[in-house]
C-alpha cells in the first residue's frame, strides 16, 4: 500500500505538525487529527515512513474511545471522511481511516502520565532521587519493577526539547485541586481499565501518556489515546521471560530500532533510509498489535 509521509490539505489550515501527525482547524469549533505514516526512533523521524501506520495508530485510538464509551467524555465528532464538512471531503482519499474530526478545546498544558511499571523517565527519577515526579517508593526497586497502584506522574507541555516531570502540587497550584484531581483520577481510569483489556489480550502498557482538553468547563479526553506512540508496549510473553532482571523489548519499535543498531549511525546525524523489508516488518507489527488488542483485522488498512 501508498505510505502516507506527509499531507498537505488544500483549503484547510494547518493548526499544527507534529512528529507523526498533522492537524488542521476545520472551523472554529473543530480541528481535523490526521495520523500519517511518519515513524520516530531514537528521538528522530525516520526519513521513510511505515504504510498504514497512521491508520492502524488511528484504528486503535477509535477502539478505545468507543472502548471506553459513555464512562469518559471525549472529543470525537467523526471518523469517515465523507461525512465530515466539505473541506475535508474533498480529501476523504487521502484521509479515510487515518483521520479523526474532533472537538476542538483548550488542552491542559499538562501530560497525563499514568505508570504501570518502573521505566524510561519515571526510573531516571528513582535511580537519581529514590522518587518520581515527588512521589516517594520503596527503596531496593529493580528497573522495569511493576507500580502497584499505578502512578499518576504529570509532566509539562515543553514547546521545546523534553518534558519536565512536575509534581501533582505543581499541577494543582496551576489547575486548581478539583481540576488536579479530576485529570488524575480519569487519566488512572482511562489507564487501568485500558490495560487490564490489553493484558487480557496479551499485551501489556507499561504507561502511557493522555491529554484533556477543556470546552466550557467539561473535560474531554483528546489527542491520540493508547496507541503505540503515546504508550510502552511489551508483549507479555516477553515481559515473562525478560522480568525481572532483563529489558523488555519494545513490542513496536524494536524491529526498527534493532535494524538501527546494526547500522553505522551516530544518532545524532539524520537517520539512514530503512529498506522495504524493515518498513514491512514494522507494519506487521502495528497489525499485530491491533489485532491483538481488539480481536479483528484493522478496518481501513487495504492490501
Ligand atoms: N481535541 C483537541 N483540541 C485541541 N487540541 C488538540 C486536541 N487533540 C489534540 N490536540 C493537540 O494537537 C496536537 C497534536 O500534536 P502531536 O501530538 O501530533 O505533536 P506534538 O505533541 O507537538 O509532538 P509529538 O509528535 O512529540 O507528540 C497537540 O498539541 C495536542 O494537544
Ligand atoms: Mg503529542
Known sequence: MQALATTQLDG???????????????????????ATDRISAF??????????????????????????????????VETDPNSMPASVRRHADVLRGRSVLVKRTQVYPFECIVRGFLLGSGWKDYSATGKVCGINLDAGLKKNAALRPPLFTPSTKAK??????????????????ARAAELRDQSLFVY????????SRGIIICDTKLEWGNLNGRT??????????????????????Y????????????????????????????????????????QARYVEIYETIVGRPVPELRG
Not at 491520540?224 to 521471560?241: I, M, Y
Open 192 to 199: 487501568s481499565r485500558c490495560a487490564d483489556h490489553a493484558k
Open 12 to 34: 484547510l489550515k494547518p493548526f499544527h505538525r507534529g512528529k507523526v501527525r498533522d492537524v488542521y482547524e476545520v472551523d472554529a469549533d473543530h480541528l481535523l487529527l490526521v
Open 220 to 241: 474531554l479526553l483528546v489527542d491520540e489515546v493508547l496507541t503505540p506512540d503515546s504508550s510502552r508496549f511489551w508483549k507479555a510473553d516477553d515481559a515473562a521471560r
Open 43 to 76: 528521538d528522530h523521524i525516520l526519513p521513510d515512513p511505515v504504510p498504514g501506520k497512521g491508520i492502524v495508530l488511528t484504528q486503535l485510538s477509535l477502539f478505545w474511545f468507543a472502548y471506553l464509551g459513555s464512562s469518559i467524555q471525549h472529543q470525537v
Open 243 to 282: 522480568l525481572p532482571d532483563g529489558d523488555p523489548p519494545s513490542y513496536d519499535k524494536q524491529v526498527v530500532r534493532n535494524w538501527l543498531e546494526t547500522q553505522p549511525w551516530d544518532k545524532q546525524s539524520p537517520p539512514p533510509r530503512i529498506p522495504t523489508d524493515v518498513q514491512a516488518l514494522a
Open 160 to 177: 521545546e526539547g523534553h518534558d519536565e516531570n512536575v509534581s501533582f502540587a505543581r499541577m494543582e497550584s496551576e489547575l486548581g485541586s
